[in-house]
């Protein structure tokens, strides 16, 4: 219903924007691996499309493409949209790295913006948020919330992103309970409600009871209020998805990230610097706390939070302890560099299971 | 340890009702002598036709009888294809398929992202649901869950021990035969279809409203083929379908619960246990072609001509 509505628009805008005989508007297109209605990664990046939108009227003319598998099929739907004259492309997820690089080689003249990847090129600009940034606050209301003292987590892939989100989860929540552990079970998929909701399942009856998702929808938050446990939303605000068993929701914030694209294309000097933001950028945050998460919690998260955005302090700064509870990955004081911490492939303290490879 | 495998045994039999459900109809319908490879595809429209109704505010009642009729209907519309118009039931089948999952996806869109408002919880039986881990397993299901189980006595009896259930069968082996005996072969043969698309319907309502109690593209993920599979497994007897659903839901349940306490084994292959199984054990029952033969209804997938 959203597509229809949005190309009706779109459609009905093109006419009339012909009529007018205006100044073209800058085409921007954005490739989705799940539908906007998935309420978490992609609903995310649809809500900074529209704030696109919204800001810069009929300067600008946006689309997408939903439900886009990685693989061959993003790289047809890429260079499709790059053909149809879209100035701009944002390529939503990891496993569109490969593709977008491809096609960005065929359309010099389109500027491409790849989320979350690692690899860029004179015309792909790669930008990307420190979710592990909430994900440490979130570890902290978990410590203070978990009866068992047993966390539970559903993963993905094993990349780096994911890997370091898990570690930056039980780094927070040990701070409250030093002897917390963290299951983590992986899926092998970013959007898939019902394998989700299996591995949310399974974790709890292995005792998990507060689980995080690094995955795309609701399906996890939902099998915890089923089950009568705790968890959190993850890229969007879940709280409305369970409201009695929804801690705190790590969110994602991309519409000021895809305005400045937008006002530095419209200026004619397309943005080309890499992006990592986190909670001082205002690219994610941690918010909608349930009102049942003690107080003590609260007050932590928000020091925290705090020396977050002063830049006083960061989330994989030493002692960092290995998942043997005897490696020092990171020495007191030290903290891990950007580079590094995007190469993270192994589990703090307190991660059970070994790391797939 | 007991504590510890419990979920592990409550999770595939969670796994195998939909199984059972969707493998029972399917198993009726070959029995009659007819394949409908379009199971997957029945099994997608009832998943939403279910949903939609708890969607728009109708009680789970409505969700079950519109997840039946949407089974029906497109069992029905295959039916029609292949006993009044005689076209191959294979390919009638796998368009079936497609058409479902296509025509599910298209009108699913504006389902995708919510949960079911109302959907089908646990009932523990008083006292049966406090044996251990028979218990919550068995004794903890949803009514959908019962119902099932109640389904798979009653399609068995059926079969073995009604006039009904013989004249199936016998129209199944040989309806040049049934025929001279005065039997209606193709009013038989679409009950059965009909009784198959209504027990898909079924279990798709199971995953839509009582299990992942959502609607996503592709909510039963290639189910509907494993319970194809199921129904020759089962050399087409009832009850070994529930032993092929329970073992095919263990093993399922299986990669998740090895990750969960720490195994270290590779997740893509445990992803791919349940198919490697299902693989082998046709293997295995096909090696024997003389087991195939002798429990395999005998005029399966070849098309009457009827003519009453």
Redesign the interface.
Known sequence: MKLWKSTLAATVFALSAANAGAADPLKMAWVYVGPPGDGGWTYAHDVGRKAVEKKFGDKVQTSFVENVPEGADAERVIRELAAKGNKIVFTTSFGYMEQTLKVAKQFPKVEFYHATGFKSAPNVTIYNSRMYEPAYLAGIIAGHVSKKGVLGFVASFPIPEVVRNINAFTMGARTVNPKITTKVVWVSTWFDPSKERQAAETLIGQGADVLLQNTDSSAVLQTAQDKGVNAFGWDSDMTAYAPKAHLASAIEIWGGYYSKVAEAALAGKPLKTTVWGGIKDGMNDLVSVNAAVPDAAKKTVAAKKAEIVAGKWAVFTGPIVGQDGKTIIVPAGKSLTDQEIDSIKWYVEGVEGQLPR | MLD?I???V??AVA?AIPLMLAALGELVVERSGVLNLGLEGMMLLGALAGFAAVAHGAGLGPAVLAAIAAGIIAALSFGFITLTLQANQVAAGLSLTILGAGVSAFLG??Y????APVSFGDLPIPLLSRIPLLGPSLFSLNLLGYATLVLLGATAWFLYRTRAGLALRSIGESPVVARSLGLHVNRVRYAAVAFGGAMAGLAGCY?AVA????W??G?T?GNGWIALALVVFATWRPLRVAVGALLFGGVS?LG??L????V?V???AL?SLPYIATIVVLVLISADQQMIRRHAPASLGKPFHDDS
Request: glycine fraction near 6%; avoid cysteine; charged fraction near 10%.
């Open positions: 510890s419990t979920p592990l409550a999770s796994l869109r504006q995708v992202g919510f949960a995953y299990q992942f109690k959502m996503q593209e909510l993920s349940a998740l619960y990750q969960a306490i720490g270290q590779s997740v893509f992803a």
